[in-house]
């Protein structure tokens, strides 16, 4: 372990227990449940970020997979009786992952922008279902009456409790998604997302790597779905219509493609701003919008992106006149930008 | 061991509507024999690559490689099966590093390509397997270098080195010196002669130069179809071929 991944290790420890110790600050609640919604689209869109940074393809229809998941809480709670925590987290990602290994074989059949306009179909249909049929989703009226059961025998109805355990879930889901990124299987993820030929020719079965891609991040976005129909106690159809979906790419874009921890940043951003700017205006949405496009334009990489470009200027004066010695196998400087 | 050839082309098709690409071509490659393709632009040669190596679907006729039809299959069970290829222009995943390109190469055929949660850097031997490949030809100091960063030769001697390090049971070089400066080629050729000995190569290339230096047999394909075969000094003097290809230079 180099001295660089130590104090990473341990800036994210310090920064686990800081978030763990958030509730007990005195912060009004109203902060409370701003942060808990970052940590549940924060699991969302670190798993898009597996897709779009990491394999190369742009999918819209991860709305479908947390509504689909927050869905399954609300009816099994509803309409089957089973509130069961463990029970009910299996089958809501069990059946996401079905609806993921159903809409990957359609999706996968195109790439590129073809594979966009697939998974956005894809997305539209399950949200006309969740709208169309009342008698299992309760259309436009959503699902509600079912509450938060304990989990390990732990009472999540409090705002605090909650908190924690969703955190808890962040931490979790971003430890898996972090070591899928570092795993052989991870670089033949990235492999297949700059040159998908290259890899067929070395002998990887792209296809399959892609679905497999698709299918984990459709669970991951599930867990997200899970935790958020516990946290407003009701599903509607918003919750997997286009709108989550785009909310979601933007958070992973506002963050920054392909870092995973930008998207949880993007997450934050998104939450805060939104709400925030909708206390102020009714047009909250267009200033939000304005906002978003500024980014694309102007920062490219995302918030990470601008976090590196203020390090290397930070980095650039520290050194003054006499730049360090470079290790033999780092790349020459000026490199990590794209071209 | 297969008495026949390792590498056969069987009257092969291929058609783009009513263009005919490829036109009836037949090909057998010996084991550990170096072929090279020669014929101007458009004679059908990167097609004919593509075909053997499964890019491009047949219109009539297979290929068979050691014995095993694999005319339907795709590109990756080809690979599987000991094909391996450069492109025309290079072909690397440019926002990986040199290491990483080569630690693919290398992991595409084994079961380590599926390990999905213990981190990349705990396969040691791997690590260890492509460094050394990276130092036979002179680019270990090039390791942590993100490919993009590479200049033109660099690159080409990576996307060989990739298509050497599967120790293939055939390796297509589809122009391996196209498009690089005079001492960058040498580097590409050295490369090849020292480190390729034992391969079966079906070699495609416009400096002729090259391809008589480096082949033992040759085949002229015009129009789609192969106008003539045979060694270098036959095909040096075979009268169609000069006409049509060499144009009287040699």
Known sequence: MTGRRAVLAAAAVGAAVVAAAVPSLGLPQ??????????IFGIAAMSLDLLVGFTGLVSFAQAAFFGTSAYMIAVLATQYHLVAFWPALGIALGTTAALAALFGLLALRGEGVTFIIITLALNEIVWGLAYQWVSVSGGDNGIAGFVRPPVF???????????RFTLAALLVCLALLAAIVRSPFGLVLRGVRDRPRRMAALGYAVQAFRYAAFVIAAVFTGVAGVLFAYYNEFVGPVNLSLDTAVQILIMVILGGVGTLLGPLAGAAVVVFVSNALSNLTQRWELILGAIYVAILLFARGGLVGIG??????LGAATRGAGPAARPVMSPPPGGRGEP | MTTGPWLEVRDLTVRFGSLVALDHVSLAVARGERRGIIGPNGAGKTTLFN????????????????????????PHRRASLGMARTFQTTMLCPRLTVLENVILSLAALRPVRRQFLVPLGRYRGL?????????????????AWPVRMLGHGEQRQVEILLALAQRPAVLLLDEPTAGLAAQDAALVTAMLREHSRDATIV???????FVFDVVERITVL??????AEGTPEEIRAHETVREIYLGGAL
């Open chain 1, 30 to 39: 109203y902060y409370i449940s701003l942060l808990t919604q970052t940590w």
């Open chain 1, 153 to 163: 025998g732990l009472d999540l109805s409090g705002t605090a409790a909650f908190y």
């Open chain 1, 308 to 313: 590196h470009r203020v390090a290397r200027v």
């Open chain 2, 51 to 74: 075909t053997i190596a499964g890019e491009v679907a047949s219109s009539a006729g297979g290929v068979v490689l050691a014995g095993r039809d694999i005319t339907r299959l795709p």
């Open chain 2, 127 to 143: 690590r260890d397997e492509a460094l050394a490949l990276l130092g036979q030809v002179g680019l270990d100091g090039r390791a």
């Open chain 2, 203 to 209: 070699l495609i290339e416009h400096d002729m130069e």
């Open chain 2, 222 to 227: 015009h129009y789609g179809r192969i106008v």
